[in-house]
């Protein structure tokens, strides 16, 4: 069973066969206040085992610590208005603990954090100090962020970097929204953050719109150190 996503593309949305899995057969309720980290980080161990599609399905699915996304394996909504992954007001954020974390963190593996994405979804840091929507210091061939909207983060939207013994590189990230809703921290709001040695990226069709002065008093749209790639239509 396929359904469309506001983008135009199709999506699964059955959680049987095909190894698709609904996180909502883990428990996920998407009620503000309860925390959906452990039933939608299990519905993910669970599909794991095989490699496959995890459905976050439409509504609001609140976490108070960081999920993480390995390789070969797809987080999908159902479209970046209709499914949200939301921080919890008490979520305890740091320079490499995000909303999402892409890619199996300091495993220095380039082939477990091949094909991990995340698709269709909003990715809401919920203003919280220091927040990152998506990390990642492995992710590799043919993965990346598709699709998505990452809103209200108070320091990155997306932050890779080389760090504990990864390589990020021949990742995309491709038609992103990033709305900066409030005042960001001290050193002001980056969108996207590219820190790595490795040998390819592609950025493309990305806006960033910013809802205070965050971008006016030294944020920054695209940064990117030491790394090859290609931007387009941003």
């Keep these: 069973q396929l359904q469309a996503s506001e983008a135009g593309s199709w999506v699964p949305v059955h959680d049987h066969n095909d190894g698709v899995i609904n996180i909502l057969s883990f428990g996920a309720v998407g009620s503000e206040g309860t925390d959906d980290q452990a039933a939608i980080q299990a519905a993910i161990d669970a599909a794991d085992a095989a490699g496959g599609v995890v459905l976050v399905p439409e509504g609001t699915f609140w976490i108070g610590s960081q999920i993480t996304v390995p390789g070969d394996l797809r987080l999908v909504g159902l479209g970046r208005v209709r499914s949200t992954i939301k921080a919890m007001p008490g979520f305890n954020f740091s320079t490499s603990k995000a909303v999402i974390q892409l890619g199996d963190p300091g495993s220095g593996s380039v082939s477990a954090s091949h ?45 890779v970097e080389k760090a504990n013994g ?65 931007i387009q239509d941003c």
């Design 166 to 230: 990864g390589t990020p590189q021949n990742f995309n990230l491709r038609n992103l929204e990033f709305y900066i809703s409030s005042d960001s921290e001290p050193n002001a709001a980056t969108a996207i953050d590219i820190d790595s040695d490795g040998q390819r990226f592609l950025i493309s069709n990305v806006s960033v719109v910013a809802y205070s002065s965050s971008l006016n008093t030294g944020g920054i749209g695209i940064k990117v150190d030491g790394m090859n790639g290609l």
């Design 115 to 159: 094909a991990c994405t995340i698709e269709h979804l909003r990715i809401h840091a919920n203003d919280v100090a220091n927040s990152i929507c998506v990390y990642s210091d492995t992710v590799n061939e043919l993965g990346g962020v598709f699709n998505c909207l990452l809103h209200s983060f108070k320091s990155k939207g997306i932050h």
